[in-house]
């Protein structure tokens, strides 16, 4: 990956614009009552929307958030590829565990609302939407960023950022953590960041999914 692909000023318009509207968003949702997560997918999409705009606008690479239309297709199977590895070495470490006494169904279920509508909008909002919108964000922007000062610092600091709004301030987000790690990796690798959103994507489908067995 070229160093220096995002600039400075694309940097601070970017989070300048996600922190605009996470506020409008959380001021229009304040109070109120009921699942939000219709509106939650609507902000996300329009974040993701700007985020493209902005990197088209003032980046003069086409390549600098891996989005180049060469590398879609090829991006996509590579990360179906990067999955089936990822699932593989989760499959084994859940057998570990179970092995050892541990359910870890248990470590990774999430809560699903009651109603089949409900459970559609949270796979699409959870599964597709918000990690395309993230990937974008902190492996595009942010990874892409701070990779002139090398891939291990921009691993870093791109993980972090990417694991602090999942921090509850009770319990280690392991998932992101390991997640955010898996996502940067494959980003620099493979060098499309279809990559890292297909397994994204697919990872936390999987996950959603396996509440139905836990």
Not at 187 to 197: A, D, H
Request: proline residues 6%.
């Amino acid at each position: 990956m070229e160093a220096n692909q995002i600039t400075l000023k694309t940097l601070a318009i970017s989070i300048a614009a996600v922190f605009a509207m996470e506020t409008v968003f959380r001021l229009a949702i304040s109070g109120q009552a009921g699942s939000h997560l219709p509106a939650l997918g609507i902000i996300r999409c329009m974040e993701a929307l700007s985020l493209l705009f902005i990197a088209h606008r003032f980046e003069k690479n086409p390549n600098a958030i891996g989005l180049s239309r060469s590398k879609i297709l090829p991006g996509l199977v590579r990360g179906l590829i990067w999955s089936v590895c990822f699932g593989i070495a989760a499959g084994v470490l859940f057998s570990v565990l179970f092995a050892a006494g541990i359910n870890p169904l248990k470590l990774v279920r999430t809560p699903l609302p009651p109603a089949p509508r409900q459970i559609f909008i949270f796979f699409l909002v959870g599964g597709v939407i918000g990690p395309i919108w993230e990937e974008i964000f902190f492996r595009g922007v942010i990874f892409g960023f701070f990779r002139r000062w090398g891939v291990y610092a921009a691993i870093l600091i791109s993980t972090a950022l990417f694991v602090l709004p999942h921090y509850d301030g009770r319990h280690l987000p392991l998932t992101q953590i390991v997640g955010g790690i898996v996502f940067a990796i494959a980003y620099e690798k493979e060098k499309s960041l279809m990559v890292p959103v297909s397994i994204h994507c697919l990872g936390n489908i999987a996950i959603f999914s396996l509440t139905f067995v836990s």
